[in-house]
């Protein structure tokens, strides 16, 4: 788990701290969680870091997703997908204008396959975190990853 943010801490990242109880709620580990600068080559070293370990299935980015200068994860992290997973942030999307409105348009939310391995960019609130782990990521990953790893 990486919360890419250039103010968050681990006392103040409320998110990062929501995605590791639904995870372990869910019967999962948090092998690895991480701050990050909102920076191209922070965020690129910490997702080489993290597909090159042995105990990591799936990566959540958390922030960076929108559309401000700052926000870099997508671009960084899209271009690494051996195959993307365009419906992750369709659905998020369509899911989010039901809780946020049109502002939903602005969330570049993505998922892709590199390795075997699962990565899922999300925004860095509350709400998307809830949404996206609640309704999509943790009904969907298990799935994902057998059949990518088969």
């Keep these: 788990m990486v919360t890419v ?10 998110s990062g701290a929501l995605i590791t109880e639904l995870v372990h709620n869910a019967g999962h580990r948090v092998v690895s969680y991480n701050i990050v600068k909102d920076d191209k080559e922070e965020i690129l070293t910490e997702a080489r ?27 960084v992290i899209k271009p690494i ?20 409105g049109s502002a939903a ?5 993505t998922a892709g ?7 899922f960019c999300i925004p860095g609130s509350r709400g998307a975190v809830k949404l996206a782990l609640g309704k999509l ?4 990953c298990g799935h994902i990853l057998w059949e990518v790893q088969r």
């Design 137 to 140: 990521i943790l009904e969907e």
């Design 105 to 109: 348009i602005m969330s570049r939310a």
């Design 5 to 14: 943010s250039d103010t968050r801490t681990k006392d103040t990242d409320t």
């Design 49 to 75: 870091t993290l597909l090159s370990s042995n105990n990591v299935q799936a990566i959540i980015f958390c922030g960076g997703t929108g559309i401000s200068a700052r926000d870099d994860t997508i671009d």
């Design 113 to 119: 396959v590199v390795d075997g391995k699962v990565i």
């Design 81 to 100: 997908f051996h195959k993307e997973l365009p419906g992750f942030g369709e659905i998020f999307r369509v899911m989010s204008l039901e809780d946020i």
